[in-house]
Nanobody, 124 residues
Framework: QVQLVESGGGLVQPGHSLRLSCTASGNIFTIYAMGWYRQAPGKQRELVADITSSDTSSDMTNYADSVKGRFTISRDYAKNTVFLLMSNLKPEVTAVYYC??????????????WGQGTQVTVSS
């Protein structure tokens, strides 16, 4: 019904940057929010950042404390795409990053959708 396709993960050296992208397609009437979660080996999945559409001129963004100032989330509403720019990367951010979207479909009920995940590895 709804697909989230992620791209942009990979192996990068510490201090470098990486940009993740996620595009939603399919049975979509409205996307209320999009975001990124991550799961490192042996740990629970956690929120990295999300962005919610607002009636005002600015979107509402939310970041995990550990990434504030280094990660930036943004959306392209016309393309149903969310981006995560990760700067000054450190080894501790190594994880599988999952795209998430809060979607109201044309038919059906509002629900959470997830991508398959993309591996981000920071290592020298």
């Amino acid at each position: 019904q709804v697909q989230l396709v992620e791209s942009g993960g990979g192996l990068v050296q510490p201090g470098h940057s990486l940009r993740l992208s996620c595009t939603a397609s399919g049975n979509i009437f409205t996307i209320y929010a999009m975001g990124w979660y991550r799961q490192a080996p042996g740990k629970q999945r956690e929120l990295v950042a999300d962005i919610t559409s607002s009636d005002t001129s600015s979107d509402m963004t939310n970041y995990a404390d550990s990434v504030k100032g280094r990660f930036t989330i943004s959306r392209d509403y016309a393309k149903n795409t969310v981006f995560l720019l990760m700067s000054n990367l450190k080894p501790e951010v190594t994880a599988v990053y999952y795209c998430h979207a809060d979607i109201l479909p044309y038919w059906g009920t509002r629900n959470d959708c997830w991508g398959q995940g993309t591996q981000v590895t920071v290592s020298s």
